[in-house]
């Protein structure tokens, strides 16, 4: 779902399912950790056998629109060096 050099994923998180997973990790300062926002997925996670239409995270993304059920993103640069298969990248 998304490409990037190491430093940059972890600080510059683009794609929906990139920012859920880094909002999991527990910070080692409990003031960090008190005031960090935890995205929590909601639904089913899709059948692998049988993955929905368009975007295969659209069932459980909070970015999601019509054009993410209808249309599977390309993996593309939307940064130099950074790539994510999203019709709505950028910060959650």
């Not at 399912?17 to 997925?41: D, F, G, V």
């Not at 995270?57 to 629109?65: L, N, Q, S, W």
């Not at 209808?70 to 950028?90: D, M, N, R, S, W």
Request: aromatic residues 6%; contains cysteine.
């Amino acid at each position: 779902m998304e490409i990037a050099a190491s430093e940059e994923l972890y600080a510059n998180p683009l794609h929906p399912y990139t920012q859920a997973l880094m909002s999991a990790i527990p910070a080692p300062n409990p003031t960090i950790e008190r005031a960090k926002k935890r995205i929590i997925l909601e639904g089913d996670v899709p059948s692998p056998v049988n993955p929905p239409s368009g975007c295969p995270f659209h069932p459980r993304c909070f970015k999601a629109r019509d054009i993410c059920s209808q249309v599977t993103p390309p993996l593309e640069p939307k940064q130099t060096g950074h790539l994510a298969a999203c019709h709505f990248p950028g910060p959650a």
